[in-house]
């Protein structure tokens, strides 16, 4: 017999941290860890980092906005850079969200990367953090996945499939 889910009420509306989206994270049993990142002389932010086998995320709280980025994790070389760019123009062309885009990384590669954010200046309930977190995770596993379909040679690594 399997399981049933843990349903959990709706909270008022609060300020937004990182805590609050750990929480999100510990009810659907998901890996993650919160760092101290420096970014100055003094200064630190505290990322919220996790991932799958094809991509690392972070989310953040900046100001009145909650950014979610990632890495894939293939690279492309540079001279795919117009290929590329035709690409994750025609995600971007056909769904809400991540953002697609690319950057130069290392030994000359592109290093794609998704990004989506939402406005946090009146804060979120426990259910608007938790659908902006599930459904976020969900578009960029499936925005790689179509990069993938389109650079299955750049696919070095292995699933990892487990029970």
């Known amino acids: ?9 709706d909270t008022p509306i609060e300020d937004v941290t990182l805590e609050r989206i750990g929480e999100i994270f510990d009810s ?3 890996e993650y860890r919160v760092e101290e990142q420096t970014v100055g002389e003094g200064e630190t932010v505290k990322i919220l980092r996790t991932g ?4 690392a995320i972070a989310l953040q709280v900046r100001d009145d906005v909650l950014v979610a980025d990632s890495v894939w994790r293939g690279n492309a070389p540079a001279s795919e850079g117009p290929q590329l ?5 025609k995600w971007n062309q056909q769904h809400f969200a991540p953002t697609l885009r690319f950057f130069e990384s290392a030994e000359n590669n592109l290093a794609v990367s998704g990004v989506r954010e939402i ?9 608007q953090i938790g659908a902006f977190v599930m459904s976020t995770l969900d578009s960029m ?3 790689m996945a179509f990069v993938e379909e389109h ?13």
């Open 119 to 127: 406005n946090i200046s009146h804060g979120l309930s426990r259910n």
């Open 28 to 30: 659907e049993k998901l």
């Open 141 to 143: 596993l499936q925005s």
């Open 85 to 89: 760019l035709m690409v994750l123009n």
């Open 1 to 9: 017999m399997s399981e049933e889910p843990t349903l959990y009420p």
């Open 52 to 55: 799958f086998s094809n991509i």
């Open 151 to 163: 650079y299955p040679q750049l696919v070095t690594w292995e699933e990892h499939n487990h029970d």
